[in-house]
């Protein structure tokens, strides 16, 4: 019986697959046991069980399509590794850019109570405001409501940063006396 007709395969033959890069046989051998422990890497990078598995798949697919590159057999498995991250990573990239792209929600409106209660709050506080010492008004207003350091105030108002701080300081005392008798 000639040695071509064997089952078992040869040396030659070994030689011929490796030549020609990775067998179905092997990538089908590699895909059985191997399958879960890609799964498990593509887990730890992505978040949703489908995605891990669409990765999974698609990495051997790939290396299937490629199989003829990959000359030693042994390095299936890392090239197959290798192929997961690298689509787990485009995956991720595609949800950020996808997040980033969508348009963003209009903030909730406040309900016509609501909008009343903070009309009548901006009310009290303007009028409050006016019953403050115009020293006190002006560091309130530019430290709080234009958002300004105690520096720049000192600055905008030609006074000492001390100054500011003990202006700000009674004119929040007194703010709030003024706001607690107006309820």
Same mark, same amino acid.
């Given at each position: ?14 030689? /011929? ?12 051998v590699?895909y !059985?046991a191997?399958?879960?422990?890609l799964?498990?890497?593509? /887990?730890?990078?992505?978040?949703d069980t ?5 990765v &999974? !798949? ?6 299937? /399509? ?6 030693d ?14 689509l ?32 009548l709050?901006? #009310? !009290? ?13 002006? &560091?309130? &207003? ?9 520096? !720049?105030?000192? #600055?905008?108002l030609g006074?000492?940063?001390?100054? &500011?701080?003990a ?5 929040l ?8 008798a107006?309820?």
């Amino acid at each position: 019986m000639p040695a071509s007709t064997s089952s078992v395969p040869t040396a030659e033959h070994e030689r /011929a697959d490796a030549a020609e890069g990775t067998s179905v046989h092997h990538l089908t051998v590699t895909y !059985q046991a191997h399958y879960r422990s890609l799964l498990g890497l593509a /887990a730890l990078l992505l978040d949703d069980t489908a995605s891990c598995e669409d990765v &999974v !798949q698609e990495a051997f697919i790939r290396v299937h /399509a490629a199989r003829a590159r990959v000359r030693d057999p042994e390095k299936t498995l890392a090239y197959l590794r290798q192929t997961v991250v690298n689509l787990s990573r485009s995956t991720l990239r595609r949800r950020i850019l996808g997040l980033r792209l969508l348009p963003k929600p209009m903030p909730d409106a406040a309900s016509a109570e609501e909008g009343a209660y903070d009309s009548l709050e901006r #009310d !009290q506080l303007i009028h409050a405001l006016r019953g403050l010492q115009r020293r006190q008004r002006e &560091v309130l &207003v530019l430290r709080y409501f234009s958002d300004m350091t105690e520096s !720049q105030v000192a #600055d905008a108002l030609g006074i000492s940063v001390g100054s &500011v701080k003990a202006y700000g300081s009674r004119g929040l005392t007194a703010l709030r006396a003024l706001m607690e008798a107006e309820s």
